[in-house]
């Protein structure tokens, strides 16, 4: 598994605008069998300031086979307002060994 971080610093749109169209967007993850899950953060501090945190099965299913699949394009088409103020897009790793969560 990989996991995508894109932070997006708005200077041209509102939160809310943002929130609208992911919340369309993320459809279209849904439907991809290669994305295992997605989450929306916004900072506390600065609203205009939101991450999209994507897991997906491996570097390549996001970059080739999501991008090369159907359901890009419908993403992209909802987001595509919102790519000039990406502030950062990086894939990760996790450390096995090093992750810990408390039950809820």
């Given at each position: 598994m990989i996991v995508e971080y894109?932070?997006?610093a708005l200077t041209t749109h509102a939160p809310d605008e943002f929130l609208a169209a992911y919340s369309q967007a993320v459809l279209s993850?849904?439907?991809a069998p290669e994305c295992l899950g997605y989450e929306i953060t916004q900072?506390?501090?600065d609203p205009r300031v939101l991450t999209?945190?994507?897991e997906w099965k491996s570097a390549s299913a996001h970059m080739q086979q999501f991008r090369g699949g159907p359901?890009?394009?419908p993403f992209l088409a909802h987001i595509s307002p919102f790519i000039k103020e990406i502030?950062?897009?990086?894939h990760y790793?996790?450390?096995e060994g090093i992750v810990w969560r408390r039950p809820a």
């Open positions: 894109v932070r997006y993850l849904r439907a900072c506390s501090d999209l945190r994507i359901n890009f394009r502030a950062e897009m990086r790793e996790i450390q």
